[in-house]
């Protein structure tokens, strides 16, 4: 086993929370240093979008089918970035305020963000190709490099690239060692949260394959290393095009065009940060070259009609509180829920497969159940489980049920005796093919199978609200014992995300204010 693939099996093991010993972390919140959840480039050139809240957008349901391509124009370029990264509103609290994002993130602390690398669209672009980086708190565009090449000649006409980094510092403020898993969870949101805002302008998205992390950094300008104080790394570099691309497309041409040097200096989002060696060890252990995924055919769900795809965006919440005598749902909306997320979302082999606890579902018995996403691995985790479970095929295609047992105690224990798991209709864990996906793919794939259960967060996510639901995403959990639980025995398979949905209580001590107030 290489280096790199040591180092992240270590931290792995390292960074799960047992019952015993939680994942080491400051252990209180040091409001001295909190991270700003907005970056900025301090003198760069800016440029205000306008705002796309009275965009009429297709209905959700519908975002599935083949939809007319809206033309790349700063208007629709709005309305993608707003519906996707933007702020979804405002909430106020015993004098204190905070932003909701529409992509959703561990903890509200945002490490995921935002770049644009366009051909000539914009009028402030003087015919030249542009680098921007995203300003969610204001909704615009600063300049950071412009490009002269060739490069747009590849793509159809209309294609442009949007790049997606992290700054792991911003959970590190809060969840010490564990954080390197939040903010690739958190880069997974996002990058679901695009393909959506990108689906309502009959867009498509394609995850690049072909291109490493340091020539990620090098297109956005992350490797300028003297521009920052908090390290940022480039994590997704997706093409937007009226059409599929592939995903090993060649970027040398642009890449050997992309400036030495950049406008702006990234502003310092605290005054110190604490430092934990493991951070950057796996952050290095994961810049490996990617080993891209097998291709499958992509998958079109028929869904109920629901509501208008931007109130499905803007509605989306992350519930602290579930209302358990309220929270059963039906058959068919659980059916719904599972369909959306079976297949895969970026037309790449699945590898996590979703264990669920259920409580509260119409004709469902409690219990154990697993929805597999890929049959590859079915043998194998019959293999991997307890030997008495069940594997009784159900009515929804996939799912299995496992067990018939109460298991509200379990899942509230599980999800560090959090009752949001045990009070919805159901909680789950994504399952992943882990350690044979590392020694076939690298060390890069560690941060992959977080961006596949983030994206499959997000879609619960934005479901669960289409049909007057809440969900929530939980990061803390007992790795150990969600796997014992299953009867999972070694590192082949492994839990790296919870999920919960049924109905929330709205506190109505918080008011909500608009996400923008221009005059």
């Known amino acids: 086993m290489n280096k790199a693939l040591q180092t992240v099996f270590e931290y792995h093991e390292t960074t799960k929370h047992a019952q015993q010993r939680y994942a080491r972390s400051l252990g209180y919140m040091d409001w001295s240093t909190q991270p700003n959840p907005f970056r900025n480039y301090n003198a760069s050139d800016s440029i205000e979008l306008p705002l796309a809240i009275n965009n009429a957008t297709p209905p959700y349901h519908l975002l599935d089918t083949d939809l007319p391509p809206a033309p790349l124009l700063k208007e629709s370029l709005s309305q993608l970035l707003q519906f996707s990264m933007g702020i979804a509103a405002w909430k106020e609290s015993g004098g204190s305020s905070w932003a909701v994002r529409c992509n959703a993130s561990s903890g ?50 209309g294609s442009f690239l949007l790049g997606l980094s992290g700054i792991t510092w911003r959970e590190v403020w809060k969840y010490g060692e564990r954080a390197f898993r939040y903010t690739n969870l958190d880069a997974g949101h996002a990058w679901q949260s695009v393909v959506v805002s990108t689906k309502m302008l009959g867009w498509k998205t394609t995850r690049l394959d072909s291109i490493n992390d340091v020539s990620i950094d090098t297109l956005l300008g992350l490797a300028q290393e003297d521009r920052f104080f908090e390290k940022e790394r480039g994590d997704i570099l997706l093409v937007i095009s009226p059409q599929t691309v592939d995903s090993s497309l060649n970027l040398d041409t642009l890449l050997q065009s992309t400036p030495l040097r950049f406008e702006g200096i990234a502003n310092q989002l605290s005054p110190t940060m604490q430092h934990w060696d493991i951070i950057p060890e796996i952050e290095n252990a994961t810049m490996q070259a990617q080993i891209a995924q097998r291709a499958v055919a992509a998958q079109s769900i028929e869904k109920e009609a629901t509501q208008e795809s931007k109130n499905v965006v803007l509605q989306r919440r992350s519930i602290h509180i579930m209302q358990k005598d309220t929270s059963e749902i039906t058959k068919e909306q659980f059916h719904t829920l599972l369909n959306s997320v079976v297949h895969s979302l970026d037309a790449k082999e699945n590898s996590a497969h979703l264990c669920l606890m259920v409580n509260r579902i119409q004709e469902y018995e409690s ?48 999800s560090c005796t959090q009752d949001i798991a045990s009070d919805g209709a159901f909680s789950l864990g994504m399952l992943c093919n882990f350690s044979e996906q590392l020694q076939t793919h690298g060390a890069h794939r560690y941060k992959e199978l977080y961006w596949e259960c983030g994206a499959i967060g997000q879609e619960l996510y934005l479901e669960a609200t289409s049909m007057g639901l809440s969900g929530t995403g939980i990061g803390c959990f007992l790795d150990d014992m969600m796997h014992g639980l299953f009867g999972i025995k070694d590192n082949r398979f492994q839990v790296l995300y919870h999920f919960t949905i049924g109905r929330g209580n709205v506190d109505s001590r918080i008011i909500t204010k608009p996400a923008y107030n221009r005059s």
């Open 108 to 157: 509200n602390l945002h490490p995921t963000e935002t770049y644009l690398v366009l051909p000539p669209v914009l009028e402030e672009q003087d015919n030249k190709s542009t680098v921007f980086h995203y300003t969610p708190k204001n909704h615009g565009l600063e300049v950071l490099a412009t490009i002269e090449t060739s490069f747009w000649d590849e793509l159809p006409k």
């Open 367 to 414: 219990g154990l159940y697993i929805l597999i996403r890929n049959e590859r691995d079915l043998k194998d985790l019959k293999e991997q489980m307890h030997n008495d479970f069940l594997w009784r095929a159900t009515d929804a295609e996939y799912l299995y049920l496992l067990e018939s047992k109460d298991v509200k105690m379990a899942s509230k224990a599980i």
